[in-house]
């Protein structure tokens, strides 16, 4: 996949902290590569409290554009000139493209990656059905909440370690969202439950749920994705659920962000089998 850098090259990237981890520059450089694009997609690591500095550096064409990871995703939007109505929506952006002049566009994708996700490997599985259950309240905790709202989800339970980070979710989106603690009640009759803590990522334990008190044929969807058979989805696994792994959300986030970006869909080569190569996964469908 080497190719040459020549004065044109267009750059993108994702931004982080954690980045390392991240598996979006494999997927879009594959992209890339498939679609014959002098361009290039690099990971950036700001230090955690100067990305809105970071950011405001590129505005002006430097690069053309930002993913956008934990933890900065809220702080993307007050680099935007204008943003998209569903990071509006969820007070959080996972895209920033920068335009002519001073123009900063920020968009969020995760909602519409985890609703394809959830119709790709749960086909079952109806936004409107059933309460739903997100564990976390940063920036990816928001897309997920504005996207099943959106989707009609009837209740959608925000349950989070700090818990006036949840309050504060909750009044965001409005009803049906409310935030609830971590006991038994956040999981009775729930259809979903959302890893979006970055409990897991690298392994160890993932954060605590009452699956057995959720309903038959309930989905659990990991947002972590390294490692892809976390502790979490084996649990939910144990208990009888469907489970969604997070490479199926990101591969789906990853899509309309290359078309913001490059200006045309994904070339279609299976980028999920590059991923579980670069995860160490032989198997097709770990979950
Ligand atoms: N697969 C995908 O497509 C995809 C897309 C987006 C995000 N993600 C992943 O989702 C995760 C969250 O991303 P983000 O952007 O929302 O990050 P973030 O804004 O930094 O939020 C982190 C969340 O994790 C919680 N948390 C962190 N450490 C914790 C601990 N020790 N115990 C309990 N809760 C803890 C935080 O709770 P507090 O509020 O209490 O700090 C907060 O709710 C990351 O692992 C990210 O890589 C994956």
Redesign the pocket.
Same mark, same amino acid.
């Given at each position: 996949m080497t190719r040459a850098i020549s004065g044109a090259t267009i750059v993108a990237g994702v931004a982080?902290s954690p980045v390392a981890?991240?598996l979006s520059p494999l997927i879009h450089n594959a992209w890339i590569a498939a679609a014959g694009l002098d361009a290039v997609y690099v990971p950036f690591a700001p230090p955690r409290d100067a990305f809105v500095s970071f950011a405001r550096g590129l505005v002006g064409g430097a690069i053309r554009g930002l993913n956008v990871?934990?933890?900065?995703?809220?702080d993307a939007l007050q680099v935007a000139t204008r943003a998209s109505e569903r990071a509006l929506r969820a007070g959080?952006a996972?895209l920033l493209v920068f335009g002519e002049g001073a123009v900063v566009f920020a968009d969020n994708t995760?909602g519409e990656?985890?609703l394809a996700?959830l119709a790709a490997r749960a086909p079952r599985f109806e936004a409107a059905a059933a309460p739903a259950t997100i564990?976390?309240?940063?920036?990816? /905790?928001?897309?997920a909440a504005a996207a099943l709202k959106e989707a009609g989800a009837p209740e959608i339970r925000i349950v989070?370690?700090?818990a006036s980070?949840a309050t504060e979710l909750a009044d965001l989106i409005g009803a049906p969202a409310r935030a609830m603690d971590a006991g038994v009640a956040a999981f009775e009759a729930v259809q979903l439950v959302v890893? /979006?803590?970055?409990?897991?990522?690298g392994g160890g334990t993932g954060?605590a749920a009452a699956f057995a008190a959720m309903r038959p044929g309930a989905v659990a969807l990991d947002?972590?994705?390294r490692p892809l058979r976390t502790e979490f989805l084996a649990a939910a696994a144990r208990t009888g659920l469907v489970t969604v792994d997070?490479?199926a959300?990101?591969i789906?986030?990853?899509a309309p962000s290359f078309e913001a970006l490059f200006g045309a869909p994904p070339p279609p080569i299976d980028v999920r089998a590059l991923c579980l190569r670069a995860l160490g996964e032989s198997v097709e469908d770990p979950a």
């Amino acid at each position: 996949m080497t190719r040459a850098i020549s004065g044109a090259t267009i750059v993108a990237g994702v931004a982080g902290s954690p980045v390392a981890h991240s598996l979006s520059p494999l997927i879009h450089n594959a992209w890339i590569a498939a679609a014959g694009l002098d361009a290039v997609y690099v990971p950036f690591a700001p230090p955690r409290d100067a990305f809105v500095s970071f950011a405001r550096g590129l505005v002006g064409g430097a690069i053309r554009g930002l993913n956008v990871t934990t933890p900065f995703k809220q702080d993307a939007l007050q680099v935007a000139t204008r943003a998209s109505e569903r990071a509006l929506r969820a007070g959080a952006a996972n895209l920033l493209v920068f335009g002519e002049g001073a123009v900063v566009f920020a968009d969020n994708t995760d909602g519409e990656g985890l609703l394809a996700a959830l119709a790709a490997r749960a086909p079952r599985f109806e936004a409107a059905a059933a309460p739903a259950t997100i564990l976390g309240a940063g920036g990816a /905790a928001r897309g997920a909440a504005a996207a099943l709202k959106e989707a009609g989800a009837p209740e959608i339970r925000i349950v989070n370690r700090t818990a006036s980070r949840a309050t504060e979710l909750a009044d965001l989106i409005g009803a049906p969202a409310r935030a609830m603690d971590a006991g038994v009640a956040a999981f009775e009759a729930v259809q979903l439950v959302v890893n /979006a803590t970055t409990l897991g990522l690298g392994g160890g334990t993932g954060p605590a749920a009452a699956f057995a008190a959720m309903r038959p044929g309930a989905v659990a969807l990991d947002m972590v994705y390294r490692p892809l058979r976390t502790e979490f989805l084996a649990a939910a696994a144990r208990t009888g659920l469907v489970t969604v792994d997070g490479l199926a959300m990101l591969i789906a986030q990853a899509a309309p962000s290359f078309e913001a970006l490059f200006g045309a869909p994904p070339p279609p080569i299976d980028v999920r089998a590059l991923c579980l190569r670069a995860l160490g996964e032989s198997v097709e469908d770990p979950a």
